[in-house]
Structure formats: structure tokens, C-alpha cells
């Protein structure tokens, strides 16, 4: 994953927990780098190391974390890097998610590298729909629920996330209702 990946599991940390905590997470995790760059390539087993070790120094479930983090990438990270993007792919939720694959097209103009999942939309009503999450990497679809939960924040929009089909149960792909 690519640095800004990184510096944003660290930003969340520092700034709800502080940098105690951080430096705590940082070598449980065995990790010795001072600063990520946010344009070069780090191992996604960095990542998942730091999220394991931020649940176990924090004390949270994995996925509260992961959650936690997806809340943040969309209301931090990319809301401030990226914020002009994000309005350009849509001005509500349900339009967002539909246009959630030519957002992808667009970031991987910055980061050449990114290996980005593929989502699909399905069964559109007006108020819901199924957001179809396909990815090479296990263990993240938490992450997925804070992203659409920080979406639907930063769209403020009331939205309930169901996770219908789960790869950790067998599927080969995962599955989430959003209903607002």
C-alpha cells in the first residue's frame, strides 16, 4: 500500500489517542520508519501490522479500528487531499457509490502502483442500494463500512450499512446494503 495509507493509521492514532500511543503502536508492530511517504510503495503487511497493533494497544476489536479508519481516510485523508475529486464524482451518497469506480480511474492517475478494489452498484432504489466490493486483499471489509459511513457523513446523510455477503464466510466477494 502506498505511504499515505500509512501516515493516515498514524494521524488517527496521534490525533484521537495521541503520540504516545502512536509510538506504542508503531513498535508492537515492529515498525521503525519515522515518516511514510505518501507516493512510495510499503508491504501491506505494514498496514495490517499497524492495525493489528492499534487493537491490541488500544484495546479495540480489529474492527472498530478498521472502522475507525475508514471514517477517517474519507473524513481527513482524502476530504484534504482529494476533496475537489470526491465532489467531482457525485453531490449525494447514491450517486457517489455509482460513480465510485471513476473515482478509482482518477486516483490511479496519482498513484500509478495503486491496486485498487473494484466496487459495483446493484439493485439502485431511491433510497438504497447494493454496493458489490471485489479485492485481492483479506481482512478489510470493516474498513469498507467506515469509508461508507464517512461518506454518508460527509454527504449528511443518516445511512445504515448492512454487510450481506462476506468473502470471510466463503463468498467470493463482499456485499454491503446502504440504506439511507
Known amino acids: 500500500m502506498y505511504g499515505l495509507v500509512n501516515k493516515a493509521v498514524q494521524d488517527l492514532i496521534s490525533e484521537n ?10 513498535q508492537k508492530a515492529g ?3 519515522e515518516i511514510f511517504i505518501s507516493h512510495d510503495s510499503y508491504p501491506d ?6 492495525v493489528e497493533a492499534a487493537s491490541e494497544v488500544l484495546e479495540l ?8 479508519f475508514g471514517k477517517h481516510w474519507i ?43 473494484t466496487f459495483k452498484v446493484s439493485d439502485r432504489k431511491d433510497r438504497s442500494l447494493r454496493l ?19 461518506l454518508a457523513q460527509r454527504f ?6 448492512t454487510h450481506e455477503q462476506s468473502r470471510s464466510d466463503g463468498a467470493d466477494h463482499d456485499v454491503f446494503l446502504v440504506e439511507w
Open 75 to 117: 473524513l481527513n485523508t482524502a476530504s484534504k487531499g482529494y476533496g475537489e475529486m470526491l465532489d467531482a464524482v457525485g453531490g449525494s451518497l447514491g450517486e457517489f457509490l455509482e460513480n465510485l469506480p471513476d473515482f478509482h480511474t482518477r486516483v490511479m492517475v496519482l498513484f500509478p502502483n495503486l491496486k485498487p478494489p
Open 45 to 50: 503487511e505494514v498496514t495490517y501490522r499497524l
Open 17 to 26: 489517542y495521541g503520540d504516545d500511543k502512536w509510538e506504542a503502536v508503531k
Open 132 to 150: 458489490h466490493y471485489h479485492t485481492d486483499r483479506s481482512g478489510l471489509a470493516q474498513f469498507v463500512v467506515g469509508i461508507l459511513l464517512g
Open 61 to 68: 476489536p480489529a474492527d472498530n479500528v478498521l472502522e475507525a
Open 156 to 161: 449528511q446523510t443518516e445511512a445504515t450499512i
Open 31 to 33: 515498525v521503525d520508519e
